[in-house]
């Protein structure tokens, strides 16, 4: 059941909320957020402004076409973001990790549902007071900017990913770009966590259950990877590279 809070959007009765114990300055998230360029009274500035949200595994953050009041940076945890087509049909446009930041396009209503796959903590700001805090700061406005390009890389690849690949290398695709977008949030590894569930990564890729499903089981017959608890170890990266770039 979801209710208004008042002080956010429209959250799962258990969000809780509260300032950072340690402050911005402190975040494990800062130096790969938009918030890196800010100085140590520049982020005293923004923490002013902030709330931190905790959700608990399956609670929405925002929804599809709720109004935008509000930019989260992603401190923690795993976002599912996801649109309902018209015909009913969802599709998964994609997974937010820690250091992403949603809600910045300049438009009124959110585009996706955004919705935790785990627990999550996001740091909130009020859009008008974080568009102010922009226009103020010509070198966060120059960093949202760059963050911007690598969203839109990133929806470039996916426009690839669901081109004239087969299953097999999309699978491929998907998992070396996780692996890297892990990389840039410091935890590189050639395991990689899959919090989505087989479900979810056939939605983002186009695909059916079964065909995700028979590709993983392929690819670790293979020993292009290994199928661990909560994710995969990838065994034979140039290979999956080859695939991933076909």
């Known amino acids: 059941m979801l209710i208004d809070t008042g002080s956010c959007e429209r959250v799962p009765h258990a969000c809780h909320h ?9 975040c494990k998230v800062r130096l790969i957020s938009v918030c890196s360029v800010l100085a140590l009274a520049e982020l005293e500035e923004l923490e002013a402004l902030s709330q931190h949200l905790i959700l608990e595994k399956g ?4 929804g599809q076409g709720e109004h935008a009041g509000s930019v989260f940076n992603v401190i923690a945890g795993v976002l599912r973001l996801s649109r309902l087509l018209p015909d009913g049909r969802r599709q998964i446009m994609g997974f937010a990790l820690p250091g992403d930041f949603l809600g910045l396009a300049l438009q009124e209503r959110y585009s996706v ?73 410091g935890h590189a590894s050639v395991t990689v966590e899959l919090p989505m569930g087989r479900q979810d990564m056939a939605d983002h890729l ?16 293979a020993h292009a990877i290994l199928l661990v608890p909560g994710g995969v170890r990838l065994l034979d990266l140039p290979r999956l590279e080859r695939m991933a770039t076909c």
């Open 206 to 221: 186009g695909l059916t259950i079964e065909t995700v499903s028979r590709m993983l089981n392929r690819l670790d017959r």
């Open 18 to 26: 509260g300032r950072s114990e340690n402050g911005c300055a402190d």
């Open 113 to 185: 549902s955004a919705e935790a796959l785990g627990p999550v903590t996001t740091c909130r700001f009020g859009r008008e007071d974080f568009a102010a805090v922009v226009e103020a700061k010509p070198h966060l406005l120059k960093s949202l900017h760059e963050r911007a390009g690598y969203e839109l890389t990133l929806a470039q690849e996916q426009m690839l990913l669901l081109g004239r690949r087969t299953a097999e290398e999309k699978v491929a695709a998907f998992l070396l770009s996780l692996r890297e977008r892990y990389a840039r949030t």
């Open 59 to 62: 609670q929405t953050l925002f």
